[in-house]
């Protein structure tokens, strides 16, 4: 190695040297490392606002000499108004909710050539680790936000509605302070009436049930200097990401809405009638609460008696049978503050989208619309043996049965008892070939119970007839009448072996024989054995299985009423 080697690499080392030990550039102004950038920055510090952020303050050789997270609260100033060190007042400019800045402070831009007592030495380069939290000033207003509004919105929220709503509230930094939606219980409260904090009274005015917003309000519209003395600190900005579901007005009253109306309408209820309707029941903001559909049976009450809750009396005052109106209840007509205690929460208006199904009223009698033939020469009366073909159907057409459908007509005894008595009624002084629509209520039916399967109870029935042939039947009491004049000798005419006795052979052929000749007539509608016989059981008086001169007695003879000759 020659000698002129040796010296530079000498040289080289000595270079060396002085460069790893070279004293620091003194700062001439401050110096920003920007190690974090939210992605989303909607405001940045200006001079005359107001701030908080947390901070680490450090010498260059990362020794701490302050640090606002020790002491768990942070630094609140503001900005641009020699609040702070000359270099943090220039170098918070322009920062965002979130970032997190390294700032670098030259002596001259922070505590000079004097220093700051025990802690900051003179001529003190001091660095800041910064995270801001919270930008505000004392012009800003309330902020708004909507970001879902829904298509329709019949009615917003103004001074003195009661509203109810979900919210998450933030701070301007993200960090969660509470939450509606964690006690799973909505907030629920008067609007501008001084009841909520002042940015909040403004934020929800003007919202649409189902709307979503954001509102952001400065410190001093929310909890101001003192914060909430928990989990909002004093001066912060709040965040409310808030849903509302409800909202009515101490003074509304039930809101009808009709939805389909038949034509025509004949009738209209009233208070006292008894109603069957099917409904669904939901609140304001759509959530399901209850429905008959799911039960698969009406809804059965009278109404205007207090028997459902006030509004729901209001609303189906008036309504036509096969209606459909959407019934809009306040809760003060609903279930008032304390809901139900299941599935309708206190405070809430109530939404029930009603169909009709039928009405009547205790009073009502059988209603009967009639189409005669020109001829109607004999009328139906008690007694009579009629026969008719009939469709039947609920009261909202509804089919519950026909004779067409198994081919043959339906066969009474008018007064009998053999259909309901409101059908014994309606067929009272028909006509062969008359038409008549018969609507029954329930009463003069089947009752509150019904058919099972069949026919619903407290159903309104209605019967389209047609008379398709009648028999005249016999006075009350009698089961067969003569046509012709009597026998002075009866019992010897019957008694063809004169043994001095009838006995059922005898006297069942004596009667068909009549029947035959056109001489008697036997009472319609009943199975002549089943009526010879009962005949014979009235004539044996001791019930010996014959009968005697001595028992025997035509009709006319008897004291007391007996089915008979």
Known sequence: MTRLTVQMIFLAILVTFVACNAPPVPLDDIAIEKTFTPERCDRTVKPGDFVRYHYIGMFPDGKKFDSSYDRGTTYNVVVGRKKLIAGMDKALVGMCVNERWMIKVPAELAYGKNGYGDIIPPDSVLHFDVLMLDIWNKEDKVQIQTYYKPEECTRTV????YVRYHYNGTLLDGTLFDSSHTR????????????????????????????????????FLGYGENGDGSDIPGQASLVFDVILLDLHNPKDEVTVTVQSLPDPCPRKSKTGDFMRYHYNGTLLDGTFFDSSYSRNQTYDTYIGKGYVIAGMDHGLMNVCIGERRRI?????????????????????VLVFDVHIIDFHNPSDKVEV?????????????????VKYHYNATLMDGTHIGSTHSFGKTYNVILGNGQVVIGMDEGLMGMCVGE????VIPPHLAYGERGVDGEVPGSAVLVFDVEMIDLEEGLPDGYMFVWNSEVSPDLFSVMDKNKDKEVDRTEFSEYILQQVAEGKGRLAPGFEQP?????MYDNQDRNKDGRITEDEFKLKADEAATHDEL
């Open 369 to 385: 619309t009639s189409e005669k033939p020109e001829n109607c020469t004999y009328k139906a009366k008690k007694g009579d043996f």
């Open 184 to 219: 799973m219980r909505t907030y629920d409260t008067y609007v501008g009436i001084g009841w909520l904090i002042a940015g909040m009274d403004q934020g929800l005015l003007g919202m649409c049930v189902g709307e979503k917003r954001i509102i952001t309000m400065p410190p």
């Open 530 to 534: 089943r009526i010879i016989d009962n």
């Open 158 to 161: 103004q001074v003195s509605d």
């Open 435 to 438: 038409k008549r629509r018969l």
């Open 328 to 348: 809009t209840i306040p809760p003060h007509l609903g279930y008032g503050e304390e809901g139900t205690g299941t599935k309708i929460p206190g405070s809430a």
